[in-house]
């Protein structure tokens, strides 16, 4: 029988810990809550409420995200320009700060009396507790998440490639669509699951910026909290559904990957900071 | 200087045209960008496009040529596959029915043959031969090889430091180097030292070594003595030929080179049969004699230190 050395077994113990600590909250949604009345207590006007906003305000910031955000990255990833690593720094400023932070920040951007709230309130839209406020809360958030990652999705892209296609008669729009795209296109699932997780999870910038309006603001995040004190058990309950749909988008993006990954042979680096 | 050419980098000056029609010029404000300039690139690591099949890399540019293409480069039966699979010769046939399916006016190589192993290589290059003479398209390569240069090239151009040395045939070259450099570059043997014309026909070269050597012609002052590797000589101890140049050193090594043998003697590189390197037993370290004939011996002016990286090019 071998010795078992001091070392390991420290290693072991941390690593028991650090399972343990991360594992049992999750657990105790579960086992708190009766699995019976989880179920009948989805069926809450509340809840209901709170998964069709969530639902609505991320799709919509998710496209978003998507459409401006990725031509954004070709252009920032792939081009030599002055200031290039401030922009990208600027980028991924967001990503470290607080949100609440970024709840302020926006409301002192869009609010009413804000930077440009004349110019907002002149469009004849008033931001603070309304959908839009969401969308852009969500946005501003969980945008980057994506951002940083497809600016290192292009720039890890082998130039050659895109030359290549151009000395064969393609433009630069369709060297993007047919060769930079699908190259890429594991690195930007990864940044696009991500902003989407991000999002779904915003709290803090949602709150203080869009308010906790049930049917018009409240996500399922912001629901939980309201929940928290009048009702315990609905909270426990909508934090079991959402533990379940994270699981379920951990484990989509990571069947996604592993059969991206066996079908090209384009490189990708998850979630890595751009080089300057 | 092949992206310049592409349209990937944009030169400060200057002007680049293909069959008249001017690509690039900095005088007349003109730029095409890569897809209207009509040139076909053959990248170093063939640039395949990994997440297609070859049958869809070669039928980027257009499906009119593919089928042609592909039985022309004997890849038809590689039609489904994708390039992580192919062979680097595979891959290279690839790439230039790729760039050969767009019609281009002109082919540019970038070092076509570096990315393959010994044995591959001499076969491609017999076939590239044979391909660049078949079809009826200028072609630019750029080598760091001057073999390659010479075995695939009708003319060569040596570049150092962005400055085209000379232009020639590749025996041009060979027989007459313009400079040191150039005749390094082509293998050539290179010894540095003074000259002094003597009188007709014969001019004095201290060597920096300290030898003396003789040529037929050349100019004064510092110079670079070029002798052919072939046109060394190896001896032992018998008495000089008074007529021969002649430098007495150490063998300091002997390297096989097909049926021949690479013997370095002091400054100076002999290629001997290798039968005879055998009878002579030459060995590192024995003491022989190198002699060359004054007619063998060029000189060439020495450029002030000339030590950018070589590259050359050949073009048709």
């Given at each position: ?8 077994i ?27 009345q ?33 031509p ?26 607080p ?30 507790f309304?959908?839009?406020a969401?969308i ?8 980057p998440?994506?951002?940083r ?13 895109i ?8 433009g ?13 296109a ?10 989407l997780?991000?999002?779904i ?66 490189t ?9 | ?65 593919v ?12 039609e489904?596959?994708?390039p ?29 043959l570096?990315a393959?192993?010994?044995h ?24 760091h ?8 090239a ?19 070259l ?23 014309r ?23 002052g510092?110079v ?15 008495p ?29 590189i ?23 004939a ?12 000339e ?10």
């Amino acid at each position: 029988m071998s010795r078992v050395r001091p070392f390991t077994i420290i290693l072991v113990l941390a690593a028991v810990l650090a399972l343990a600590f991360l594992v049992i909250p999750i657990v105790a949604l579960f086992t708190e809550s009766p699995p019976g009345q989880t179920l009948s207590h989805l069926d809450d006007p509340v809840v209901k409420d709170a998964l069709i906003v969530t639902a609505k305000t991320n799709l919509i910031a998710f496209g978003i995200t998507l459409l401006v955000g990725t031509p954004a990255a070709y252009l920032i990833g792939r081009r030599r320009f002055p200031g290039r690593a401030l922009v990208i720094t600027l980028v991924e400023l967001p990503l470290v700060l607080p949100p609440a932070v970024a709840g302020i920040g926006l409301l002192a951007a869009f609010g009413r009396f804000g930077l440009l709230g004349e110019e907002v309130t002149a469009l004849g839209i008033d931001l603070a507790f309304t959908q839009l406020a969401v969308i852009l809360a969500i946005i501003f958030v969980a945008g980057p998440f994506y951002l940083r990652q497809a600016i290192a999705s292009f720039e890890a892209l082998d130039e050659d490639l895109i030359l290549a296609a151009r000395t064969l008669g393609a433009g630069p729009g369709r060297a993007f669509w047919r060769i930079a795209l699908p190259l890429s296109a594991s690195g930007l699932s990864a940044g696009a699951a991500l902003s989407l997780a991000r999002g779904i999870g915003e709290f803090g910038a949602t709150i203080m910026f869009a308010g906790s309006l049930q049917g018009v603001t409240q996500t399922v995040t912001l629901a939980i909290y309201d929940a928290l004190s009048v009702d315990f058990d609905v909270a426990l309950a909508i934090g079991s559904l959402l533990v379940i749909l994270s699981a379920v988008v951990l484990l989509a993006l990571k069947l996604l990957l592993h059969w991206r990954s066996s079908d090209s042979t384009s490189t990708f680096r998850f979630a890595t900071s751009s080089s300057a | 200087m092949l992206r310049a050419i592409a349209g990937a980098v944009k030169p400060r000056r200057g002007y680049v045209t293909l069959g008249g029609r001017p690509l690039y010029d900095s005088e007349r404000r003109v730029n095409l960008p890569p897809e209207d300039r009509g040139v076909g690139y053959v990248f170093q690591e063939y640039a395949l496009f990994p997440h297609m099949t070859v049958r869809q890399n070669v039928a980027f540019a257009g499906k009119e040529r593919v089928d042609d293409l592909l039985a022309r480069f004997g890849i038809a039966h590689l039609e489904a596959a994708r390039p992580r699979r192919l062979s680097g010769g595979e891959r290279q046939r690839v790439g230039l029915a790729r760039a050969l399916a767009s019609g281009p006016g002109v082919l540019l190589f970038d070092e076509p043959l570096s990315a393959l192993d010994a044995h591959t290589r001499d076969r491609v290059r017999s076939e590239l031969f044979d391909l660049l003479h078949e079809l009826d398209l200028p072609a630019l390569l750029v080598t760091h090889d001057f073999v390659d240069a010479a075995a695939l090239a009708d003319r060569v151009g040596v570049i150092s430091r962005g400055r085209i040395l000379q232009m020639g045939t590749p025996a041009e070259l060979l027989a007459e180097p313009a400079d040191a450099f150039v005749a390094s570059f082509v293998g050539s043997n290179m010894m540095t030292g003074t000259a002094r014309r003597l009188g007709a026909g014969r001019v004095e070269v201290v060597l920096e070594q300290g030898a003396v050597i003789h040529a037929t012609d050349g100019p004064d002052g510092p110079v670079g003595a070029v002798v052919h590797p072939w046109d060394v000589a190896v001896g032992g101890d018998e008495p000089a030929d008074a007529g021969l140049n002649r430098i007495r050193a150490p063998i300091a090594s002997i390297t096989p080179d097909g049926g021949r043998v690479r013997v370095r003697i002091g400054p100076l590189i002999a290629e001997v049969d290798a039968e005879a390197a055998r009878t002579m037993e030459l060995a590192p370290g024995r003491v022989v004699s190198a002699t060359f004939a004054p007619a063998a011996t060029r000189l060439v002016p020495l450029n002030a230190l000339e030590n950018g990286t070589p590259t050359d090019d050949g073009g048709r």
